[in-house]
């Protein structure tokens, strides 16, 4: 009951992201549990195991839909890898590329953190008109009539996606699972193209989980009739010895 009680959370926050930029769906991994082996007869035994536990909570880097935005700041990765944002913590890595300009007139994403292209960050002039982000990263844009290029975006690739470490805001941490960052230009050696005036959606999805959340709520309901059952045979079993 415990192991489907965390199943339903998990997809509660599935279901929860389902329009958040980005998002990558988990999936619960369970394993039984240790087993007993009751003698029957005289020479066979039973083998009887003792329930389900979870092990681990992956995550799924499927790719999300396109979504045109109309910006030209809002960009998305077409295959695998990441964003590089400096936050107040340290290095972190997103697939949301909803990003804009700050007062320094620094590239950051959303929520004010800057993004950066091999530690440094990328700046667009006060002014800067026909701003653009092409598909192999490179920012551009007009100063006074004159096409300018400002900074090129690079994307983080990783021997172990799946060991990133989800710290909450769209972002993700290095681990020594996953690995550390390899910075590759878009395009080359198996990073993802970047599409500009689009953003990543999430990649739940909705009949799925609902269908898999149908399914936990019956194996919960089953599990505590399970418990129930076994009370009243019990509560026979003492009855009948008194």
Not at 50 to 65: L, P
Not at 82 to 103: H, I, K, M, Q
Not at 172 to 192: D, I, K
């Amino acid at each position: 009951m415990a192991s489907q009680q965390l199943l339903i959370d998990t997809i509660s926050n599935n279901l929860a992201n389902v329009n958040t930029t980005g998002f990558k769906k988990q999936r619960v991994q369970f394993q039984d549990l240790y087993y007993e082996n009751i003698p029957v007869g005289i020479s066979s035994s039973a083998s009887v195991g003792s329930g389900s536990r979870v092990v681990a909570t992956d995550r799924s880097f499927r790719q999300g839909n396109m979504e045109p935005t109309n910006d030209p700041l809002s960009v998305a990765i077409e295959g695998p890898g990441f964003f590089t944002v400096e936050t107040l913590t340290g290095t972190a890595y997103t697939r949301d590329g909803s990003f804009r300009v700050d007062a320094q007139g620094r590239l950051v994403n959303a929520s004010g953190y800057v993004v950066t292209s091999d530690g440094t960050a990328i700046e667009i002039p006060q002014g800067a008109t026909d701003v653009e982000i092409s598909e192999s990263g490179v920012v551009y844009g007009r100063v006074d009539g004159v096409l300018q290029e400002f900074g090129a975006l690079q994307i983080a690739m990783f021997a172990n996606p799946q060991g990133l470490e989800a710290s909450g805001g769209n972002l993700f941490r290095v681990t020594p699972v996953s690995g550390e960052a390899e910075l590759l230009s878009p395009g080359e050696g198996g990073a993802g193209i970047l599409r500009g005036g689009y953003i990543e959606t999430s990649n739940v999805e909705i009949v799925t989980e609902m269908v898999n959340l149908i399914v936990a709520q019956r194996a919960f309901e089953l599990n505590s009739k399970t418990v129930e059952t076994a009370d009243q045979m019990w509560g026979i079993a003492n009855n009948v010895k008194r």
